[in-house]
């Protein structure tokens, strides 16, 4: 299973991104898929995700400006993210739990895409 997450860039405050994550290879069923963010000298955190009972999650720091979605038939989610802050910069990681061909669940995580908000 590989996660390939684009959608990064240098974007100025008050603009907005769309990040993209893409779960390929033998998936069975995607049990949670997500965002994390990890800020230069700081513990990665979760940004926005769809738990295992479907519902959405959101940092308090995105909440109101932010909106995850997914499309089941491409097993891909969708964050965007509006009203960009410069406290909103660092490095995005997509993450997903996936259930394989072999029914057995397993954390992947995407190499990440940087997300630099200039003020």
């Known amino acids: 299973v590989q996660l390939q997450a684009s959608g990064g860039g240098l974007v100025q405050a008050g603009g907005s991104l769309r990040l993209s994550c893409a ?8 049990n949670e898929m997500g965002w994390y963010r990890q800020a230069a000298g700081k ?11 479907g519902s ?13 979605s997914r ?8 964050l965007q993210v509006n009203s960009l802050k410069p406290e909103d910069t660092g490095i995005y990681y997509c993450r997903s739990v996936v259930v394989s061909t072999t ?17």
């Not at 779960?23 to 995607?30: P, Q």
């Not at 499309?71 to 969708?78: P, R, W």
């Open 56 to 68: 959405t999650i959101y940092a308090d720091s995105v909440k109101g400006r932010s909106t995850i």
């Open 71 to 78: 499309d089941n038939a491409k097993n891909t989610v969708y």
């Open 103 to 119: 029914l057995e669940p397993r954390t992947y995580w995407g190499q990440g895409t940087q997300v630099t908000v200039s003020s």
């Open 23 to 30: 779960a390929s290879g033998r998936i069975f069923a995607i």
């Open 43 to 53: 513990q990665r955190e979760l940004v926005a995700g769809f738990t295992l009972s």
